[in-house]
């Protein structure tokens, strides 16, 4: 079984980064995607980051995604922190600055070692494998097929839930599986008995149905927005 995402050390905070970059860009024109989370040291979601930079090298774009995760740290109030990324380049790159850092970066590594001297933060840094890094890569590979800036997200959205059960060992979401609350719970029965009534009204009107099917289907429709 290969690693997974662990819980970080009591009274740490964990920031998992990832920047994915595409050559050529994807479709939307977006070469990069920046993805961040926030965990607490019981696992629970603090703050996510997903969205592209637009079109900047691919050192710079990991370098980058590692500045957001402090920058989002800082901004939630979080000193202690465990930092991950699967870019072991960027990490050396930082880690090795005294001796050599690219010239189109060294502005960015000159920040990260700022923010270390003036914010008092206690940081722990790591390399991990995919595995251990879902919902960051998640965040970014969404960001750059959705969104052309940096959005700090304050709901679940996509599969952020999924992978985060996941990550706690929690299981699986889907079917009859994902618990509801009553709300939703009423809202899905209001659904089947709107789905229920339409179709007993086609099979009593025949053509004459097509009204009524489109009203429950618009009445589906505000259920899932909602």
């Given at each position: 079984m290969?690693?997974?995402?662990?819980?970080?050390?009591?009274?740490?905070?964990?920031?998992?980064?990832?920047?994915?970059y595409y050559d050529p860009p994807l479709p939307n024109g977006n070469t990069t995607g920046i993805g961040v989370v926030i965990r607490d040291d019981e696992g629970f979601i603090l703050a996510i980051l997903t969205g592209?930079?637009?079109?900047?090298?691919?050192r710079a774009n990991e370098l980058w995604a590692i500045q957001l995760g402090l920058q989002l740290?800082?901004?939630?109030?979080?000193?202690?922190?465990?930092?991950?990324?699967?870019?072991?380049?960027?990490?050396?790159?930082w880690d090795d600055h005294r001796w050599f850092t690219?010239?189109?970066?060294?502005?960015?590594?000159?920040?990260?070692?700022?923010?270390l001297s003036v914010g008092r933060i206690h940081l722990v840094k790591r390399v991990v494998v995919e595995s251990q890094n879902m919902l960051a890569r998640y965040l970014a590979?969404?960001?750059?097929?959705t969104k052309f800036r940096v959005v700090r997200m304050k709901r679940p959205f996509g599969r952020v839930r999924e992978l985060w059960h996941l990550d706690m060992g929690l299981g699986f979401i889907g079917g009859n599986f994902?618990?509801?609350?009553?709300?939703?719970?009423a809202a899905l029965q209001q659904q089947e008995m709107m789905e229920e009534h339409g179709h007993a009204e086609g099979a009593g009107n025949g053509d004459e149905s097509a009204g009524s099917v489109?009203?429950?289907?618009?009445?589906?429709?505000?259920l899932e927005i909602d």
């Open positions: 290969p690693p997974m995402w662990s819980l970080p050390s009591i009274g740490f905070v964990k920031i998992n980064v990832h920047a994915v592209s930079l637009g079109h900047i090298n691919q740290a800082f901004q939630i109030g979080e000193k202690a922190l465990e930092l991950e990324s699967e870019s072991a380049a960027a990490i050396q790159e690219d010239p189109r970066h060294s502005r960015m590594v000159e920040q990260l070692n700022q923010r590979e969404d960001g750059a097929a994902g618990v509801v609350n009553e709300e939703e719970y489109g009203n429950a289907n618009q009445g589906q429709d505000a």
